[in-house]
Antibody
């Protein structure tokens, strides 16, 4: 069974750094693109970017390029901030890009709530 | 690419059919048959309901169907049930090799 399990909720202060994770199981993690999606409080889904764990090829949405860093190793993907702001408060989902669909997510993690507040 | 345009809300009674539209441009919805629809219940992660415009993943009810005409994709839910009440998001592949989501539609089952 394909599963994506994300790290737990975080509470941070503005200016702090953060790295959250998404661990895949039940399939060959390195062979499938993984994406990250932001959902701000009460708002819709926003596509942040994707990474191919096998070679770490990455593609970012222009809206998030330079604001976050997406990385991966053999079994997990990571989303990282160098300096958080209050506007980074959101739920962040990781999701697997289906191997038989183009840029469409077939499995999702449970989400990680990031709260940035002074 | 700007967010795809969806109605903020739709509603219907049990047993009825509803359609949610998703309007983009020739650089996204109109240019590719890579439109997906996701269902999201409150406090839950999104779930894929339709892929490649009109295909249903295994396990998704046949009451859900998708279509596309020009720059507008549509999700139709027939035989509405209480459990269908949720937020629905469309997404499309774009000419920039990225993905754009719609703003989301809240479906209320009356």
């Amino acid at each position: 069974e394909v599963q994506l399990v994300q790290s737990g909720a975080e509470v941070k202060k503005p200016g702090e750094s953060l790295k959250i994770s998404c661990k895949g199981s039940g399939y060959t993690f390195s062979s499938h693109w993984i994406g990250w999606v932001r959902q701000m409080p009460g708002k819709g889904l926003e596509w942040m970017g994707i990474i191919f764990p096998g070679d770490s090829e990455t593609k970012y949405s222009p809206s998030f390029q330079g604001q976050v860093t997406i990385s991966a190793d053999r079994s997990s993907s990571y989303l990282q901030w160098r300096s958080l702001t209050a506007s980074d408060t959101a739920i962040y989902y990781c999701a697997r890009v289906s191997p038989v669909m183009v840029m469409q997510f077939d499995y999702w993690g449970q989400g990680t709530l990031v709260t940035v507040s002074s | 690419h700007s967010a795809l345009t969806q109605p903020a809300s739709v509603s219907g009674s049990p047993g009825q059919s509803i359609t949610i539209s998703c309007t983009g441009t020739s650089s996204d919805v109109g240019g590719y048959n890579y439109v997906a629809w996701y269902q999201q219940h409150p406090g839950k992660a999104p779930k894929l309901m339709i892929y490649d415009v009109s295909n249903r993943p295994s396990g998704v009810s046949g009451r859900f169907s998708g279509s596309k005409s020009g720059n507008t994709a549509s999700l139709t839910i027939s035989g509405l049930q209480a459990e269908d009440e949720a937020d629905y998001y469309c997404s499309s592949y774009t000419s920039s090799s990225t993905v754009v989501f719609g703003g989301g539609t809240k479906l209320t089952v009356l």
